[in-house]
């Protein structure tokens, strides 16, 4: 819980081919003291409970790593180092109105929107009828064909309007979706029809080995938003205040019927991008001790630390409650029933073909029933 | 009311949309020009902006957005101006599309439907028309229905919107203003699943879809001429495939030729064939033989109808079954 005052408070990136860096938006320094002394911070509240979310997600990428290894827990796409970026804009929604279209790299979102912590976990585990989202939760399924989910955003925000609602959608996705044509494609509509939507793109350097700059040429990826005819902001995503207060304006922006915000929140991803992913590989460890110099969770607390008069014992205080209740929500996923062979066959049709009803008597029948037409 | 194929369609729409008001059409060109073969014409006037949507020329965000759309609680049905640029939003349609409410566990349902105008004999530019219909069967979640009718277009597209289930509806443009026939008004819908004995027949069973339906109508006739009675079996939907049906019926003549207007390597005919090798092997008097496109790209130009199969062809095939 060292806190260190930097002497220079810096994501650099030297973006695109005219080696442009850009200034991101920023509340906080790198030591979590406001920048400007008399920004106007959020409510303690709204801070703890980010503070709170992020170790959540610490603690969850923990544990998952560790049951990896031990064999016991398949798929998982840790969010260390871009805690701030997810807490900080899910903070600027509403559960009870909006909407995620999450990729895959945003528990942290997830479950302040709703999505039980232990329905993540049942996801991790393969047990995918845990993993439902409950009914009521307004969060899309999670995304694992790149950018393919961003249409489906822009459908949703339009449809909400078409339908003269004023609740908004919030789009989770990366540096390499923005390269996708799929992400061209739901941007440029949303423009057309403004769609109350915000695209939350999160830079976190790496498409598992692909750098930023092998992504794209441009020096920020917020800069094509003017193509498409809306607003784009880029933000420092490691700052858990300057992100709730960029999301939280694109929000209103949205829900007046201004349209749709692309956010390009830089931030760094810390560790694997998955559980089979071997980063020694393509990058050297300067970079993440550079980044790991800029950990968001660190800034909370030092904020905290700075300006609520929380102590070293009142911050470890936090983390134990969060890893309390990771330990709880892989208590209760391992301890839930697993899916059945016949499970398998729910839900792909509201009203399945005969052909596919004969199939599964078939599979769950005595053996060598050879036809299965 | 006696109406062509493609009135039916646009009948069908507009009773669709005057019975739910969730339901919205949206596409290229579809409302001021009333779609490129005129199948959404007067729905703009009709229903509005807001029920009868032009996109921009963009495919996947056409189909992706119909999803989201779903997901808000309306009821979307989309033009895809040509079944052959389906495969610019193609994983938004196969991946994404059929399978939402499989991978949401049951959270979501998307009542989509894609409507798609398909396949040779109009002389129209590369691409478009390209009979790929069979690469969407294998899209576990997806429904593929293909009228041959005006009654049937009509009833089986107020079927499709009414289903939960997302749903591509291939239409003929060949047939689109063939020939008008009695169709029955009001909101009565045709079942997916069932087979329509187009013609009936002791000697063989002419199996088809879509347009084929038309030529194998065409070559029955011929072969009456040489003392052959052919029945002519339309499926009407791929997916769900009328297993029974199709076998009672080749069951009755013994014989079977299958006649699709796609290359013939992979194609729909070839599961027609393994399922009557499966279910009615015994009932067979010869094997069952396919009559398709060569596997070439459609060509372009006066090319085209040497491709596509003819009448000529599916009665030689229907003699050769009969030996």
Redesign the interface.
């Known amino acids: 819980m060292g806190r260190r005052r930097l002497a220079e408070p810096e994501l650099v990136r030297r973006n695109g081919r005219d080696g442009l860096t850009p200034r991101p938006y920023r509340v906080l320094g790198p030591d979590g003291s406001l920048i400007d002394p008399g920004h106007r911070p959020p409510p303690l509240p709204v801070v703890l409970e980010g503070l709170r979310l992020m170790l959540l997600s610490r603690c969850f990428d923990r544990r998952a790593l560790a049951m990896n290894r031990q064999g016991r827990l398949g798929g998982a796409a840790p969010g260390l180092g871009q805690e701030a970026a997810v807490v900080g804009s899910a903070l600027a929604i509403d559960p009870t109105r909006d909407w995620i279209a999450p990729q895959y790299r945003e528990l942290a979102a997830l479950v302040r929107h709703g999505r039980p912590l232990a329905s993540v976990v049942a996801h991790s585990l393969g047990q995918t009828d845990a993993a439902r989202v409950p009914d009521g939760v307004r969060v899309l399924p999670d995304q694992y064909a790149i950018a393919a989910h961003l249409p489906h955003a822009v459908g949703l925000a339009w449809g909400l309007a078409l339908q003269d609602r004023d609740d908004v959608v919030i789009a989770y996705f990366g540096e390499g979706a923005s390269s996708e044509g799929d992400f061209h494609e739901a941007c440029n509509l949303a423009g057309v029809v403004r769609a109350p939507v915000v695209f939350f793109l999160q830079d976190n350097g790496w498409a598992i080995s692909t750098p930023r700059s092998a992504q794209s040429a441009a020096a920020t990826l917020a800069g094509r938003a003017a193509g498409y005819g809306f607003e784009g902001v880029t933000v420092d995503g490691n700052d858990l205040l300057a992100v709730h207060e960029v999301t939280a304006r694109a929000v209103a922006r949205a829900r007046a019927g201004a349209g749709p915000t692309l956010i390009e929140a830089l931030t760094y991803r810390l560790g694997v991008h998955n559980m089979s992913d071997d980063p020694r590989r393509y990058r050297d460890g300067r970079s993440e001790a550079d980044a790991a110099r800029l950990d968001p969770v660190v800034r909370v607390q030092g904020y905290l630390h700075l300006y609520a008069g929380y102590d070293d014992e009142g911050l470890a205080a936090l983390e134990r409650e969060a890893e309390r209740e990771v330990e709880a929500a892989f208590a209760r996923a391992l301890a839930a029933p697993p899916m059945t062979p016949e499970a398998m066959f729910a839900h792909a049709y509201a009203r399945p073909p005969a052909r596919l009803l004969r199939q599964r008597a078939a599979s769950l029948g005595p053996p060598g029933n050879g036809s299965c037409g | 009311m006696r109406l062509t194929l493609v009135e039916a369609v646009r009948d069908g729409l507009a009773t669709a949309m005057a019975a739910d008001p969730r339901v919205?059409v949206l596409g290229l060109d579809v409302g001021r020009l009333g779609g490129v073969f005129r199948a959404t014409d007067g729905l703009l006037e009709r229903f509005g902006p807001?029920r009868v949507i032009d996109?921009?020329l963009?495919e996947?965000?056409?189909?992706?957005?119909?999803?989201?759309?779903?997901?808000?609680?309306?009821v979307p049905v989309v033009e895809l101006q040509f079944l052959g640029f389906a495969l610019q939003a193609g994983?938004?349609l196969g991946?994404?599309l059929a399978?939402?409410?499989?991978?949401?566990?049951?959270?979501?349902?998307v009542p989509v439907t894609i409507r798609a105008p398909f396949g040779a004999g109009v002389r129209s530019a590369e691409f478009h028309f390209d009979a790929i219909e069979a690469m969407f069967t294998q899209c576990?979640?997806l429904?593929v229905v293909a009228p041959s009718t005006p009654a049937d277009a009509r009833g089986l597209l107020l079927e499709a919107i009414r289903?939960?289930?997302p749903v591509l509806f291939l239409e003929p443009v060949r047939l689109y203003r063939r020939g008008r026939q009695e169709v029955p008004e009001g909101e009565r819908t045709v079942p997916f699943?069932k087979v329509r004995l187009a013609r009936e027949g002791s000697d063989v069973t002419l199996v088809a879809w879509s347009a084929a339906v038309e030529l194998c109508e065409r070559a029955a006739s011929e072969l009456v001429g040489r003392g052959v009675e052919a029945s002519v079996l339309d499926l009407r939907s791929l997916?769900?495939?009328d297993?029974?049906g199709l076998v009672r019926c080749v069951a009755r003549t013994r014989r079977c030729v299958v006649v699709q207007e796609g290359p013939l390597t992979g194609g729909f005919g070839a599961e027609i064939a393994a399922?009557l090798q499966?279910?009615a092997f015994g009932t067979l008097a010869a094997p069952v033989v396919r009559v398709a496109a060569y596997d070439l790209p459609l060509p372009a130009g006066v090319a085209e109808p040497w491709n596509v199969p003819d009448a000529a062809r599916v009665v030689a095939a229907a003699e050769a079954v009969l030996g």
């Open positions: 919205v807001r996109a921009p963009s996947a965000a056409i189909v992706g957005s119909s999803i989201g759309l779903a997901v808000s609680g309306l994983h938004q991946p994404q399978r939402y409410r499989y991978r949401s566990r049951g959270r979501y349902e576990p979640g429904k289903d939960p289930d699943g997916v769900p495939l297993v029974e399922t499966e279910e």
